[in-house]
């Protein structure tokens, strides 16, 4: 008896999964539905607090990315699809890049990204960003330790000293929870999460490390 | 036994309800702003073991019902195949998708080690889950081919 209890309490709670994980899915896509019809007009994100421009700051189309220096899947965009778009959109100046941290899956994430804003102090903002996605390991397992942090920026050329007090200070901490906040305030439900912004300012969005193809298909009839 | 429609059925089932959410939550397939499935270079590995761990949890579960269902034997064989096939489900979904954002925003650093944990160990976790459904398959089998023999 006491056995098929279990039983049916182990089936309803993969019911209740499958029926929160639809109704999460389901939240979400309406939450884009309605983004997609009130956005229009005037650019509703903010920038500011994001990373340096990558590619001509007159370009029409902003990419947005948000993503964690940990997470896999932004490994797996970074190295399927991102060197496409700079190929064919960022190089020909009809996009540029900006990427906005959304650190949440592990302790280091957080450091890792603060370390980025660090190097920008010295002008390599995206060679640290290339630098940290090139040597994405497991979640906190190290690969992201302060003690590496600075590795990669002696590896970078960069000065240790600022760096170090950079890090130390936690200079930049606020600067990431705002990005943070700009991410959920955006409807990021995961990394990575992308908004293609037009030049008439409608906003559309792309969650997950999607192919080259469907920025393709998102970003041409905006041109 | 699999010749019965109810079972072919409810192992179809299993293995869709299985297969489709694991598959967009692993991003194999995006529906929005187009439907699209692609596996990406270095993810193939995972993709084949996540249809084995569908394939599998369709073919023990049914299996293991039909086993309490007509030849009332006891449920333990069915709880290692549904907790072999929830190891395997778990693994690695909730890295960076919506499930461990919520989890991580709701439940703090706890859910964070709990979700790094399970992507960290996303491949052993569903080598080991494909590694238990089997079990549970030659067990099952072997007791199914012993209880129904006619003496």
């Not at chain 2, 569908?54 to 006891?74: D, F, G, Q, T």
């Not at chain 2, 703090?108 to 160990?121: E, I, K, Q, R």
Request: charged letters at 15%; hydrophobic letters at 45%; glycine letters at 6%.
């Amino acid at each position: 008896m006491n056995k098929k209890i279990i039983l049916l309490v182990v089936f309803a709670v993969m019911i209740v999964s499958v029926a929160l994980y639809a109704s999460s899915y389901y939240s979400q896509l309406m939450q884009m539905q309605e983004h997609r019809i009130n956005v229009s007009g005037p650019v509703p994100i903010n920038l500011t607090n994001g990373s340096p421009v990558l590619g001509s700051p007159n370009a029409p189309i902003t990419i947005v990315e948000f993503g964690d220096y940990q997470c896999e899947m932004c490994y797996h965009w970074y190295h399927n699809t991102r060197a496409d778009i700079i190929d064919n959109y960022i190089d020909t100046e009809k996009a540029n890049l900006v990427f906005m941290d959304l650190p949440g899956l592990g302790r280091d994430s957080f450091t890792a990204a603060q370390a980025t804003y660090c190097a920008e102090d010295q002008g390599k903002y995206w060679e640290y960003h290339e630098t940290l996605y090139n040597f994405q390991e497991a979640v906190d397992n190290g690969w992201a330790s302060k003690d590496r942090l600075a590795s990669f920026a002696f590896n970078l050329d960069m000065d240790l000293d600022e760096f170090n007090d950079c890090m130390d200070t936690a200079k930049y901490a606020k600067r990431i929870k705002a990005n943070f906040d700009e991410g959920v305030r955006n409807g990021a439900q995961g990394t990575p999460m992308f908004l293609i912004i037009s030049p008439d300012g409608t906003v559309k969005k792309i969650s997950g490390a999607q192919p080259y193809s469907v920025f393709s298909q998102v970003i041409e009839p905006m041109l | 036994m699999f010749s019965s429609t109810a079972y072919t059925i409810l192992a179809g089932v299993i293995f869709f309800v299985m297969l489709i959410p694991l598959l967009m939550l692993s991003e194999f397939i995006f529906v929005e702003p187009f439907f699209i499935f692609h596996i990406p270079s270095e993810q193939e590995f995972g993709f084949v073991l996540i249809l084995a761990v569908c394939v599998m949890s369709a073919i023990v579960i049914p299996m293991n019902i039909y086993r309490i269902k007509i030849l009332r034997k006891n449920t333990s064989k069915i709880g290692t195949s549904i907790f072999g096939s929830i190891i395997g489900a778990s693994a690695g979904i909730c890295s960076c998708g919506p499930i461990g954002f919520a989890l991580i925003s709701t439940f703090g650093a706890a859910a964070g080690t709990a979700t790094a944990f399970l992507s960290n160990y996303e491949i052993p976790l569903r080598l080991g889950s494909v590694g238990l459904l089997c079990l549970v398959y030659y067990t099952t089998t072997k007791s199914i081919s012993s209880e129904c023999k006619i003496n």
